[in-house]
């Protein structure tokens, strides 16, 4: 007779059990991300100028580039995080485009993204699939700017200016145990940049805005502590 509220009894303890390993994002959690992450610029590139006058028909490219990435996320609440995105170097080749082709592959440039977001998680904290967005602000510092092979032998001095601009992400966890969870997540970052060089023999002065704006992707794993 005592079989059945028993069996509920065991039951009721089991779910209570289940949910509390499944649970997901408290206020007060602190969350490391890492994986491999994707730097896609869209670029839109100006014309270059030389000593102050713009040249018809030149344009550059740059190209992607994957290195390891790492975030790091404090739940202010259950649904509210804050967010420091970081990365190992990025490193870009640049290549002349249109009136420029002649130059080919002729510079490479790292940077870095370091980025703060305020992140919203719409689920339950019980959730195993948390789902985020968010808004923010990058800075993107370039150094290591060096002219490759041909380039560097009539040009010098390349450096690019530094970029503050703003980003939006989406990205999600899926919950594995307690403390481990699968990522995913991807930015857009509004990042712009003047690069500025000399002829090595006049002493020319080059510059060419570019827009990179690129989409950033980030797959790998997430553990809350």
Do not use: C
Not at 76 to 84: C, F, P
């Amino acid at each position: 007779m005592f079989k059945r509220p028993l069996a509920v009894a065991i039951l009721a303890a089991t779910t209570a059990i289940a949910a509390t390993s499944a649970q997901a994002y408290e206020a007060g959690d602190f969350l490391v991300r890492g994986g491999l992450a994707a730097v896609n610029p869209d670029v839109d590139s100006g014309l270059l100028e030389a000593n102050g006058n713009k040249l018809a028909n030149t344009a550059v490219d740059v190209d992607s580039n994957t290195q390891l990435g790492v975030s790091f996320t404090y739940m202010y609440t259950d649904n509210i995080g804050i967010e420091l995105l970081a990365a190992t170097p990025f490193k870009h080749t640049l290549t002349g485009k249109k009136g420029l082709s002649g130059l080919g592959d002729f510079a490479d440039v790292k940077h870095l993204p370091p980025t703060v977001s305020l992140q919203y998680y719409p689920m339950d904290s019980n959730s195993a699939f948390q789902p985020y967005a968010g808004v923010g602000v990058n800075y993107t510092v370039f150094f290591s700017e060096d002219f490759k092979s041909g380039a560097s032998a009539t040009y010098k001095d390349l450096e690019l200016e530094s970029s503050l601009g703003l980003t939006a992400q989406v990205g999600f966890d899926y919950k594995l145990n307690e403390n481990w969870s699968l990522n995913a997540a991807a930015w857009y970052m509004d990042i712009n940049t003047t690069a500025e060089f000399k002829g090595r023999a006049d002493n020319a002065k080059y510059k060419i805005d570019v827009e990179l704006d690129p989409m950033v992707y980030m797959a790998g794993v997430s553990y809350k502590f």
